[in-house]
T-cell receptor
Framework: AQSVAQPEDQVNVAEGNPLTVKCTYS??????LFWYVQYPNRGLQFLLK????DNLVKGSYGFEAEFNKSQTSFHLKKPSALVSDSALYFC????????????WGAGTKLIIKP | GAVVSQHPSWVICKSGTSVKIECRSL??????MFWYRQFPKQSLMLMAT?????????EQGVEKDKFLINHASLTLSTLTVTSAHPEDSSFYIC???????????????FGPGTRLTVT
């Protein structure tokens, strides 16, 4: 069965420190992986995606994610956190055989403290 | 990038009434749209897939007669919550896949969401 796991409900990071939000996945075919961010009472905004190619993907707002096939992970990272990065982050995977449908992680609340 | 709008952004209604939520793709056509429901501090729950010109596909456990979906055109899908009850209070979000590039590269573009409160 296809699934996405975000093992941390919440991640706390001091401003200026590097941050990592974890995501692991399980799909039957080649995974198409996505990270989205949601600010309070707002819709989701696309951050980045991995389809093929380089394992390190760079996205919006200085975020990047590393695709690790052997560990079936796609962790979101940023070298230096900003208070404005505080939000809810969702990892999602699309099975190559599905019709656009995404399988969502539970979300991780990221809190950046000044 | 592609823009998806939702209307209204929030609505308060009385129990027993019906509420219609619109989802529009503003600068692209969407033959498929998705409707999600999100509870506080939880992930998105896919309710149904809206298909232009045909019936929507509902996820298991979602009542078709309660959540009516109509995909009237290539840019508009509507979700009507019929005979709303307080337990229907939630954040409803729609999305549409982009249309540029190869199919497997499609991202989903999300509307800003509609906060429904049923009193």
């Amino acid at each position: 069965a296809q699934s996405v796991a975000q093992p941390e409900d919440q991640v706390n990071v001091a401003e200026g420190n590097p941050l990592t939000v974890k995501c692991t996945y399980s799909v039957s075919g080649n995974p198409y992986l996505f990270w989205y961010v949601q600010y309070p009472n707002r819709g989701l905004q696309f951050l980045l995606k991995y389809i093929t190619g380089d394992n390190l993907v760079k996205g919006s707002y200085g975020f990047e994610a590393e695709f690790n096939k052997s560990q079936t992970s796609f962790h979101l990272k940023k070298p230096s956190a900003l208070v404005s990065d505080s939000a809810l982050y969702f990892c999602a995977v699309r099975d190559s055989e599905s019709n656009y449908q995404l399988i969502w992680g539970a979300g991780t609340k990221l809190i950046i403290k000044p | 990038g592609a823009v998806v709008s939702q209307h209204p952004s929030w609505v308060i209604c009385k129990s027993g009434t019906s509420v219609k939520i619109e989802c529009r793709s503003l600068d692209f056509q969407a033959t498929t749209m998705f409707w999600y429901r999100q509870f506080p501090k939880q992930s998105l729950m896919l309710m149904a897939t809206s298909n232009e010109g045909s019936k929507a596909t509902y996820e298991q456990g979602v009542e078709k007669d309660k959540f009516l979906i109509n995909h009237a055109s290539l840019t508009l899908s509507t979700l009507t919550v019929t005979s709303a009850h307080p337990e229907d209070s939630s954040f409803y979000i729609c999305s549409a896949p982009g249309t540029s590039g190869r199919q497997r590269d499609y991202e989903q573009y999300f509307g800003p969401g509609t906060r429904l409160t049923v009193t």
